[in-house]
C-alpha cells in the first residue's frame, strides 16, 4: 500500500544529542513537510520541501535540519540546539497544489 | 496576518446526539480548507477539503461541512455522533503563496458520551 513512513514511533534524545527522525513516501508526491505538535496545540510548520535537494525554511526551524537528497526521504535532525525538543513530529507529503497532504502515523520524541 | 481560530477546545456529546465543530479563519482571498481529524498517538486523516463550488461539502465517515464565506466560517458537522469519533478535529487553511503550506486551528478534542 502506499503512504507515508515514520519511524521510529517513540524516541529519546539525551541532552547535547542530535537525533533524526525518518520519513519515507511511496507516493510519488513532489512535497513534503515537517510539523511539530504540542499537548493541545496545532501543528507548527518546522520545514518544507517542494522538490528534491531544495528544502525552506518553516515558521519554527530553528534547532532543525533537514535534507531531500531522495524524492521519497525526508528526514529531519533535532539537533543539541533544540533546547525543548519534546513533542511529537508529523511529517507529510502532496502531489500538487490542489491536493491536500497526506500525513505520516507521528514519531514522539522525548528528553531522557 | 492569516489565522485559523476554532473557539471550542473541547466538546462532550452523547453519543446519538448532532455535532457541529466551529472553525473561522482570517483571510483575503477565499483559501483551500481541509478538516482532519486525530486518534491519539496517531498522524491525521484528512475528512473533507473545499476548493470552489458547492459550499457544502461531504466528507468521509458522515461528517460534512459548509463554507460560509460571509461569516468566513467552515464549520465541521454530524447529525449523529458515534462513540469512534471521539478524537481531535483541526481546521487548515492553505496559504496561497509558492508552498502552499497548511496553517492550522488549535484543534477541537471531542468526546463521546455513552
Known amino acids: 500500500d502506499g503512504g507515508i513512513t515514520q519511524s521510529p514511533k517513540y524516541l529519546f534524545r539525551k541532552e547535547g544529542q542530535n537525533v533524526t527522525l525518518s520519513c519515507e513516501q511511496n507516493?510519488?508526491?513532489?512535497?513534503m513537510y515537517w510539523y511539530r505538535q504540542d499537548p493541545g496545540q496545532g501543528l507548527r510548520l518546522i520545514y518544507y520541501?517542494?522538490?528534491?535537494?531544495?528544502?525552506q525554511k518553516g515558521d519554527i526551524a530553528e534547532g532543525y535540519s533537514v535534507s531531500r537528497e531522495k524524492k521519497e526521504s525526508f528526514p529531519l535532525t533535532v539537533t543539541s540546539a533544540q533546547k525543548n525538543p519534546t513533542a511529537f513530529y508529523l511529517c507529510?507529503?502532496?502531489?500538487?497544489?490542489?491536493?491536500?497532504?497526506?500525513f505520516g502515523d507521528g514519531t514522539r520524541l522525548s528528553i531522557l | 496576518a492569516q489565522s485559523v481560530t476554532q473557539p471550542d477546545i473541547h466538546i462532550t456529546v452523547s453519543e446519538g446526539a448532532s455535532l457541529e465543530l466551529r472553525c473561522n479563519y482570517s483571510?483575503?482571498?477565499?483559501?483551500?480548507l481541509f478538516w482532519y481529524v486525530q486518534s491519539p498517538g496517531q498522524g491525521l486523516q484528512l475528512l473533507l477539503k473545499?476548493?470552489?463550488?458547492?459550499?457544502l461539502v461531504q466528507g468521509i465517515k458522515g461528517f460534512e461541512a459548509e463554507f460560509k464565506r460571509s461569516q468566513s466560517s467552515f464549520n465541521l458537522r454530524k447529525p449523529s455522533v458515534h462513540w469512534s469519533d471521539a478524537a481531535e478535529y483541526f481546521c487548515?487553511?492553505?496559504?496561497?503563496?509558492?508552498?502552499?503550506?497548511?496553517?492550522f486551528g488549535g484543534g477541537t478534542r471531542l468526546m463521546v458520551k455513552p
Open positions: 507529510a507529503s502532496r502531489i500538487n497544489s490542489n491536493q491536500p497532504q497526506h
Open positions: 507516493l510519488n508526491h513532489d512535497a
Open positions: 520541501s517542494q522538490i528534491v535537494n531544495d528544502f
Open positions: 483571510y483575503g482571498a477565499t483559501p483551500y
Open positions: 473545499y476548493f470552489s463550488g458547492d459550499t
Open positions: 487548515a487553511v492553505v496559504l496561497n503563496n509558492a508552498g502552499n503550506m497548511l496553517t
